[in-house]
Structures are given as C-alpha cells and as structure tokens.
C-alpha cells in the first residue's frame, strides 16, 4: 500500500511539474534543461524518504486515498509537511509543484522553508531565487534572491542557471556592464543553439553599457601579456582499454578542469566538450576563468583533471570518470597529457 501511494504521488508530480515548469526554460536555454531533468528526477527518491515511509504516514491511508491529480498530490503533500515540517525535498517538491499551478507567492515561501533547512543546496538557491523572481509583480529579482544567487555560484561556479538569472537581476538593476560580464563565461559552456539566443542579450547589455559589441572570436584568448603566459595547453584522450569496455553514450559530456592546487575543488577554469571530439586539444587561460575574481593568470601552480560525464552536470556525479589530476605549475612550459579512465 506504501509503495502504492509513492509511486502515484511522486510519478503524478513529477511528470506534471516538469512539464509545466520546464516548458518555458526549454524554450530559452535548452542547454540547461537536462540538468534540471535530472535534478527533479532526485525528487522521487525524496519524496520516498517522506511519503513513502510508513512512519510518515496517517495510519488510515487507504487505497481509496491515492491522489489522482495535481490538486490531490500537492493536498496530500501539505498534509504530509504539516506533520513532519523539517523535510527540505518536501518543501522543495511543494514549491514546484506550486509553480506548476502558478502559485507563485505560495511557491515562493515553499522554496524559503526550503533554503532555511538546506542552505548550502545551490540548485535549490537558484529555484528559491527564481520564484522570488515569479512571485513580484514586477518581475523583479529582490535583494535577497540576488544574495541567493551570488551564493550558488560561490557553492557552484559552474552553475549556467545561476549565472543567467544573476545577469537578469544585474540588467534588470542598472548594470549592464555587470550582466554582460556575469553572461559572457557562458558562452563557452553552452551548446551552440543557446549560445546564438544568448550573445545578442550579452550585446545588447553591452551597448547599454557604452562598451563594442562582442567580437567574432567572442571566447578569444586574452590579449594581455600575463593572461597568455600563464595558459596551459592540456592534451585529454581516452584509456583504449577503457574505452574498449565501456559504451559511451554520444550525448555525454567531457570537462576540461583547472583548480587551485592544494585549494577548493572548485574550478577555477573550464572548459566543456563532447565526447566525439576525443581526444582533443584544449587551451585553458583566463577566458575560460568562471569568475572575475579569481582568474587562472593569478596562480603560480594549478592541477588540472578532465572528467567525462554522462549527465552533462559540471559537479561531479555518481559515475563520472574522471583523469590522475597533475599538478602543473604556471606559466606552463610542454602541453598537459590527461587519459580518463586509465588503470592506477
């Protein structure tokens, strides 16, 4: 009976507030939209953990009682919250199931209660965020979804979601300049589709700003002495034995990594490929740099990996292959070899 009432609840949510709320980010950034996929599938094992336990649920649950529609799911979900108020999923799962129906002011103080038990979780910054975004009239980013967002990017640099919303909040604002910058690492991230809807908005902050337009070699190296010196050229192939044993999925993702050495596991640089264009060639400097602050050209040593991933998530996930890390020190003087899947 428990399994029962999970499977209807958790399907029923899921596969409705996925259409509802992934169909407008589908149509504006498809690159990110698998991540997020993939993040809401996660929901389902959540929402295991607080509707399909049997110490969580009223003793008089009957098959009579299993939810039929949205309304039901999310009327039993606020009942299951209300006695067990301390589940972060639950309240994120709330929050877009509120969306789903357009709720936004409710979806918002979801996704709050949310942030208060899990506020280190930076794809759920960006969600909190969002419906903040939703929720004003003006649909306007508060101070405290930007705070949310400049978080999630410290927790996740490589977060495309984040850095997209930040820009629209920096525009939105009065800093064009600011949403170009916080826009433009994007560009090298993204599949070509979205990147040809994005550079126009970089653009256009740009005019906005008083500053040229891009140029054609938008994610061109940087014309400063330093930055050029302190680029590293890194050579990634794949294991054969490895690759002779393993079936690749041809949607599956290779990211090219740059750190501090000794420091956060952050990336300090990336670069991401596909797994057709094994092996290749990459030159990692300070226009693959995901922050402005903290750029490759200022390290004296870094180490360097090249992970191959299947969900296309820059964090590492259950799964991913990844290369030895080497320790490279800066400016580089030969190219850096990196093999994923090779044997210890």
Do not use: C
């Amino acid at each position: 009976m428990v399994m029962n009432l999970f499977a209807a609840l958790a399907a029923l949510l899921t596969v409705l507030v996925l259409a509802a709320v992934l169909w407008p980010l589908w149509r504006g950034a498809r690159g990110t939209v698998v991540a997020v996929i993939l993040m809401l599938s996660v929901a389902t094992f959540a929402l295991y953990r607080l509707v399909g336990t049997p110490a969580a649920l009223s003793p008089h649950t009957a098959a009579g009682a299993l939810p039929i529609t949205l309304e039901d799911a999310i009327a039993q979900l606020e009942a299951e919250l209300e006695r067990h108020p301390n589940e972060p999923e639950g309240w994120r799962l709330l929050g877009r199931s509120y969306a789903a129906q357009l709720r936004h002011a409710d979806a918002q103080a979801a996704f709050d209660k949310a942030v208060k038990l899990l506020p280190d979780d930076p794809e759920l910054l960006v969600e909190a965020a969002q419906s903040r975004l939703f929720a004003s009239a003006e649909r306007k980013l508060d101070a405290q979804g930007v705070s949310m967002l400049e978080k999630a990017l410290a927790l996740d640099p490589p977060n495309q979601r984040a850095r997209w919303f930040l820009g629209v909040a920096q525009r939105q604002n009065g800093q064009p300049a600011e949403a170009a910058r916080t826009w433009e690492p994007l560009l090298a991230r993204v599949d070509a589709a979205t990147a040809a809807q994005l550079r126009p908005q970089i653009d256009e902050a740009r005019a906005e700003a008083g500053l040229p337009p891009l140029p054609a070699a938008a994610q061109a190296r940087p014309d400063s002495t330093e930055a050029t010196a302190h680029a590293v050229t890194i050579k990634v192939s794949l294991d054969p034995q490895f690759a002779s044993r393993v079936r690749l999925r041809g949607d599956a993702s290779v990211f090219v990594i740059a750190r501090m050495a000794g420091g956060p596991p952050m990336p300090v640089a990336v670069e991401k490929h596909g797994v057709q264009d094994l092996p290749l060639t990459v030159v990692l400097d300070d226009a693959d740099s995901l922050m402005p602050t903290q750029k490759l050209s200022a390290l004296r040593e870094v180490e360097l990996v090249a992970r191959l991933s299947e969900s296309g998530n820059a964090t590492r996930q259950p799964g991913d292959v990844e290369s030895a890390p080497v320790r490279v020190p800066l400016p580089a003087t030969a190219p850096v070899e990196l093999v994923i899947g090779a044997a210890d």
